[in-house]
């Protein structure tokens, strides 16, 4: 009994490459259709079966696509670049619990909608731990949007008669994550603890929040106008289902004077 033998190579139909280039380019697959030649190649020698050489295809297609969107993302987040949980010196501020912060970088908060409050004094990685959080969303797949408060209450004082319907597409109302910096240095006037107000009230339930401050809870009220009653409708807000994270310990800024002094001293 005889069996059939497979097409051989030397039999198969010629694959049309510039056909499948056109038809990959109109499927907005530019990247694999760069890359389809090489790609097909690579199989041919390694004896791939077809699946995987449209795995490898695709497979390409989405890293350059995911590139794209993280550059993109970063951009318009607005945040300060240099700052991720890689480079964060755990060993100088061991007050920081890594585990932790491991578990807040699985980004379980922000899709629940939580908020993050870090307070400390200046210099001991408040900022840089936030700004580290924030890019782990993005990486994610979150929207986030980076702010000093000083930034933010000017934007909110611009918007202060906007309605309410043009107001939820601001980016700071709808983003997923809004990182507010710096809270604590200036003592807001009335209006700008109202407009903040109308801000968490708005996104509470609806979007995280993450905030820097060196500030400790019982002194919001000073810090919000010297309204205890607005402070706490906030901090009622805010701290509801929120993660706390309190840092103590020496200043990286005042680190790196002390060693660039030190450098100093041994020049001389």
């Not at 060993?91 to 585990?99: I, S, T």
Request: charge should be positive; proline fraction near 3%.
């Amino acid at each position: 009994m005889s069996t059939a033998n497979p097409v051989s190579r030397k039999n198969a139909p010629k694959v049309d490459l510039d056909a499948t280039r056109e038809k990959l380019t109109r499927l907005g697959l530019a990247h694999a259709s760069e890359h389809v030649a090489e790609t097909l190649a690579e199989a041919a020698k390694e004896s791939w079966p077809a699946h995987r050489f449209l795995d490898r295809l695709l497979e390409a297609e989405l890293s350059v696509r995911e590139e794209r969107r993280l550059k993109t993302s970063l951009r318009l987040s607005g945040l300060p670049t240099g700052q991720t949980l890689g480079n964060f010196d755990f060993a100088f501020q061991p007050g920081v619990e890594r585990g932790r912060i491991e578990t807040l970088a699985t980004c379980a908060w922000i899709r629940a909608k939580e908020n993050l409050l870090i307070r400390g004094p200046p210099g001991v990685g408040k900022t840089h731990l936030a700004i580290g959080l924030a890019i782990r969303a993005i990486e994610n797949g979150f929207s986030v949007a980076f702010h000093r408060l000083e930034d933010l209450l000017a934007a909110l004082k611009r918007d202060a008669e906007v309605s309410p319907q043009r107001l939820r597409r601001r980016k700071h109302m709808n983003v997923a994550l809004l990182v507010i910096d710096e809270m604590g240095f200036e003592v807001m006037t009335r209006e700008e603890a109202s407009l903040f107000f109308r801000l968490v009230s708005y996104r509470y339930g609806r979007g995280a929040i993450a905030i820097t401050t060196n500030k400790g809870i019982a002194d919001w009220p000073e810090m919000l106008a010297g309204d205890e009653v607005l402070a706490t409708a906030i901090l009622d807000r805010l701290l509801h289902r929120s993660h706390v994270l309190n840092i103590s310990g020496r200043s990286y800024r005042l680190r790196e004077l002390e060693s660039v002094a030190t450098k100093s001293r041994a020049g001389n």
